[in-house]
């Protein structure tokens, strides 16, 4: 079972960036795709970001096309979501998933995964 902790987290400017992280232990992390989550209050989590297992597929929600990156660094058990040009509408939990598996894709849904980080509040002021 693996262990995800996020960290990161923060208030920004509406404009500004910010970088959350997501560490893995106790398993292979090259055998897990990974992706990011957030959920806001009042709404359902929705899909940020996914990346396969090598990083060779990623696949983002139209909404932060364009301004979030999502990498990961499989030496250092880490997936990380670069955020920029943030809106008071990115304001959520955001919460990093991984799921085990032997193929090369990325996943959106929340169902997907089996694996999940406790979250890390993002604030975006206006």
């Known amino acids: 079972q693996v262990q995800l902790v996020e960290s990161g987290g923060g208030l920004v400017q509406a404009g500004g960036s910010l970088t959350v992280s997501c560490s893995a232990s106790?398993?292979?992390?090259?055998?897990?795709?990974m992706g990011w989550f957030r959920q806001a209050p009042g709404k359902e989590r929705e899909s940020v970001a996914a990346i396969s297992r090598s990083g060779g597929t990623i696949v983002y929600a139209d909404s932060v096309k364009g301004r979030f990156t999502i990498s990961r660094d499989n030496a250092k058990n880490t997936v990380f979501l670069q955020m920029s040009s943030l809106k008071p509408e990115d304001t959520a939990v955001y919460y990093c998933?991984?799921?085990?598996?032997?193929?090369?894709?990325?996943?959106?849904?929340?169902?997907?995964?089996?694996?999940w980080g406790q979250g890390t509040q993002v604030t975006v002021s206006s």
């Open positions: 106790g398993v292979t992390f090259s055998m897990y795709a």
């Open positions: 998933a991984g799921r085990r598996t032997i193929m090369t894709v990325a996943f959106t849904k929340a169902n997907d995964y089996n694996n």
